[in-house]
């Protein structure tokens, strides 16, 4: 039985999140007989105290262990040889930042698993954060609207919304939310706004995180296709939100009708469409899996048409969860994090600024949200990946792949191993 170790995260001051929870800990420990370490660390929200009640031994680094379970990347020069770690690598899209850190496991023969490709039969993600990103972006993007439309003159019940990390849990920031909306359904929104329409990209784990979060509010969804008409028809006293499925955000190149199966199978044979409805949306919340492969579905040209058609455009704020660099919203340039969660866009400069306050869309680019929510979030995503640690620490790793004894859950989600790419992942060695 390999020994377990936690390692303290450090992308930045606001990871607080762990891996595995000290309840959790406690259940593994009791039931493999593993010994378990946890990193000391400064920030980590569950403290170290619990961690030893569970049976932990606290440790100053990572050498420790032989399984580090960890949340986000790990510095290149914290990587050591002959290890097994498991961890958000950010690697399988070729991204160029995480080459480093494939590069250095590999040489140093150790063995990579990825939470992000721990999928079920039908390739549904078995360990993630998910609704806890979109449960903070959803905040988020309220708070910096909020402080926003204050910096023009526009007072909104949106400036009483903290950030979600102001928050000690999602149930407190509802709690608060439901207290703005009872505010908006007696008042009203500032007719200058209204309507005022959410349009969330997507309907998976992420949008259902933050479509959980805009029900505090006095919302009602309609569909894309009327948006055009609801400048003519609306309630001051409502918040809209229309939600974007594959078939409106995209469109066959040569005129045939939308295929979701062709779609996926063949995106080169699509384009955006998305521009169509840039006019009619306050707010918008990217919540969708993106690759190269997709077509991007904001772009800076149809943000500089926007704002060259419309001499005050509606849309003022964009949430990209997904938080792709230069991807499905091609204005997001680079990542945020809490401290500075946004920057404003000048679409038709084609540059940014950092901030929330001024001229520009902003635009909310924090690339690790559920830390914002460190204690929902952590039990959460803990809750998941226990059951399968006993398995991961049981396993033969002296051997081959196949005949490890990981689970086929698991298996899939290795991508590296002893030092060498597997079968699957063989297409990241020309990113190398």
Not at 313 to 331: F, H, Q, R, W, Y
Not at 335 to 341: A, C, E, F, I, L
Not at 404 to 420: F, H, M, N, Q, W
């Amino acid at each position: 039985m390999k020994s377990l170790l936690i390692r303290a995260e450090d992308k930045n001051i606001w990871e607080r999140r762990a891996p595995i929870v000290p309840d959790d800990l406690k259940i593994i420990v009791d039931g493999t007989g593993a010994v378990a370490y946890v990193e000391k660390s400064g920030k980590r929200f569950f403290k170290e105290q619990a961690y030893q009640d569970a049976g932990a031994v606290i440790c100053e680094s990572m050498a420790p262990g032989d399984v580090i379970f960890g949340v986000k990347e790990i510095p290149v020069e914290k990587i050591m040889d002959d290890k097994i770690y498991i961890f958000f690598s950010h690697t399988i899209k070729g991204q160029p930042s995480g080459m480093p850190i494939l590069k250095k496991i590999m040489e140093g023969g150790s063995t990579l698993i990825d939470y992000e490709k721990i999928i079920d039969v039908n390739r549904g993600r078995l360990i993630y954060f998910g609704r806890y990103a979109g449960d903070a972006g959803a905040i988020d993007i309220l708070h910096l609207m909020g402080r926003y439309w204050a910096h023009k003159g526009i007072e909104t019940p949106f400036t009483q919304c903290r950030p979600a990390h102001g928050y000690p849990s999602v149930e407190e920031a509802k709690k608060a939310l439901k207290e703005i909306g009872r505010q908006i359904r007696e008042q009203g929104f500032p007719q200058v706004l209204s309507p005022v329409v959410f349009g969330i990209l997507g309907y998976g784990n992420v949008s259902r995180g933050v479509q959980q979060i805009f029900n505090c509010l006095p919302v009602k969804e309609v569909p894309p296709s009327d948006l055009a008409s609801l400048s003519g028809n609306f309630d001051p006293a409502t918040l809209y939100i229309a939600i974007f499925k594959e078939e409106d955000m995209v469109k066959r190149r040569d005129g045939g009708p939308f295929d979701l199966n062709g779609y996926f199978t063949g995106p080169e044979l699509y384009e955006s469409r998305f521009h169509e409805y840039l006019p009619f949306c306050t707010v918008l919340v990217n919540a969708v899996y993106w690759d190269s492969r997709y077509p991007k579905f904001v772009t800076w040209d149809a943000l500089k048409r926007l704002f060259l058609e419309n001499h005050e455009p509606k849309l003022c704020g964009i949430a990209d969860i997904t938080c792709d660099v230069n991807g499905s919203i091609e204005c997001n340039v680079k990542t945020t994090d809490s401290g500075m969660p946004a920057y404003l866009v000048d679409p038709l400069a084609g540059t940014v600024t950092d901030g929330h306050e001024g001229d520009g869309i902003v635009l909310l680019a924090v690339d690790n949200l559920p830390c914002e929510l460190p204690n929902d979030s952590s039990r959460f995503f803990s809750g998941q990946l226990t059951p399968f640690v006993s398995n991961i620490l049981g396993a033969d790793y002296e051997g081959s792949l196949e005949n490890s004894g990981l689970l086929p859950e698991i298996k899939g989600a290795v991508i590296v191993y002893r030092g060498e790419l597997t079968p699957e992942y063989e297409y990241l060695r020309k990113f190398l």
